[in-house]
Structure formats: structure tokens, C-alpha cells
T-cell receptor
Framework: GEDVEQSLFLSVREGDSSVINCTYTDSSSTYLYWYKQEPGAGLQLLTYIFSNMDMKQDQRLTVLLNKKDKHLSLRIADTQTGDSAIYFCADLLGGGYQKVTFGTGTKLQVIP | DADVTQTPRNRITKTGKRIMLECSQTKGHDRMYWYRQDPGLGLRLIYYSFDVKDINKGEISDGYSVSRQAQAKFSLSLESAIPNQTALYFC???????????????FGEGSRLTVL
């Protein structure tokens, strides 16, 4: 089955850029997503990228997709303490059954 | 009010007890899911349902069962709880005709279950 991997922890200083990385195994992924989980809450969709795109920018967020290497990254510019959360990479496989597979999650700690 | 509501939010039980976690949604979505979250393991799919008459096993369905009572309600049962089912459980919904081809999931706030 599909496997989505992330590093478990990232620590950055407030004001710096954060880069969270993700690798996936199934080349038939149609959409790739970043979800954010704040403490005590469920996950919320942060941004997404369609598989035929290389980059997507949304305010402080930049998503880069390298299909050849099956690598997805999320860059957060000017990281704030409110960005402290767990970030999950996920992908959607196409075909008759549309299934979302989540990564292990990366806990981002922002140091003031 | 939350669009996806889970009850109970916290539950402590003993080994061997039967537990039901309930989920209701007001989003009008056909698709509903139960996930389990464990530290370092991310979210793993337990069961999913694409409409009222459709129930499917996910990656880790052993020890769990579900019931889709209505479009808006999807419950998860542990027939005989065991300690390694201690986890945070999430219900989620999606729209098959959504802009991201149903990949956008809407989550409840989670139900924390502890089995002693």
C-alpha cells in the first residue's frame, strides 16, 4: 500500500522559515495535501497541490512538489508562535477508490 | 456548533468493556471515516463509508466495528476493549464532489480513549 513518510520533529526560531518535508511512494497520487493539527483539535486542511503542478504559493506558505523523487515540502515564511502545531502530509490516490493516506506528522516547535 | 461532532470527547474504560464512539455531521457529506491517531504513527484508517449502505474496512479494522445509522451518523464500536486500543480517535467527512476530488477531509475534535 501507499506509504507517506515525514520526520517527527522540527524546531525553528520565530521569524525564521520552516521547511517540512514529506516523501510518498505511489506515483498515481492525484492531489497532495498539508493538514495542520493544533493542540486539542482535529486536523484542518492548510493547503493542497495538484499532481501536475510543481509549486503553489499561498501567502506565507509555499508548497513544492518533485514528482520524480516523490517529494513534497511545505515552507512557512516568517514562522510565528501560532504556527506551532503538528503538520501532516497526505495524498489522494486516484482511480475507482479515492483514498487519502496520511503521513506520520511533523511537530513544529517555534521558539520565541 | 461544530460541523462534525464526536461524543464522548474523553473516555476511560477497562479491558473487556464494550465502547461506542459516536459521530454526527451537519455538512451533508456522503463520505464518513474513522481514524486512529497514535504518536509517531500518524493517522490510520479504521473504517470508511461512502454512503449509508456502504461500509469498508480500512488498514486497521481488527477489533473494531462500525454502523452508519443515517447519512449524518457514523459510530465506531470496540466490542471488547484492550489496552493497545488506547488512542485518539477522529471522525471525518468528505464531499465526493468537492473541489479536491474528495481529498479534503473535515475532522471532528477527537475522542480520547484510555483502556486500562
Amino acid at each position: 500500500g501507499e506509504d507517506v513518510e515525514q520526520s517527527l520533529f522540527l524546531s525553528v526560531r520565530e521569524g525564521d522559515s520552516s521547511v517540512i518535508n514529506c516523501t510518498y511512494t505511489d506515483s498515481s497520487s492525484t492531489y497532495l495535501y498539508w493538514y495542520k493539527q493544533e493542540p486539542g483539535a482535529g486536523l484542518q486542511l492548510l493547503t493542497y497541490i495538484f499532481s501536475n503542478m510543481d509549486m503553489k504559493q499561498d501567502q506565507r506558505l509555499t508548497v513544492l512538489l518533485n514528482k520524480k523523487d516523490k517529494h513534497l515540502s511545505l515552507r512557512i515564511a516568517d514562522t510565528q508562535t501560532g504556527d506551532s502545531a503538528i503538520y501532516f502530509c497526505a495524498d489522494l490516490l486516484g482511480g475507482g477508490y479515492q483514498k487519502v493516506t496520511f503521513g506520520t506528522g511533523t511537530k513544529l516547535q517555534v521558539i520565541p | 456548533d461544530a460541523d462534525v461532532t464526536q461524543t464522548p470527547r474523553n473516555r476511560i474504560t477497562k479491558t473487556g468493556k464494550r465502547i461506542m464512539l459516536e459521530c454526527s455531521q451537519t455538512k451533508g457529506h456522503d463520505r464518513m471515516y474513522w481514524y486512529r491517531q497514535d504518536p509517531g504513527l500518524g493517522l490510520r484508517l479504521i473504517y470508511y463509508s461512502f454512503d449509508v449502505k456502504d461500509i469498508n474496512k480500512g488498514e486497521i479494522s481488527d477489533g473494531y466495528s462500525v454502523s452508519r445509522q443515517a447519512q449524518a451518523k457514523f459510530s465506531l464500536s470496540l466490542e471488547s476493549a484492550i489496552p493497545n486500543q488506547t488512542a485518539l480517535y477522529f471522525c471525518a467527512t468528505s464531499d465526493a464532489n468537492g473541489p479536491h476530488q474528495a481529498g479534503e477531509l473535515f475532522f471532528g475534535e477527537g475522542s480520547r480513549l484510555t483502556v486500562l
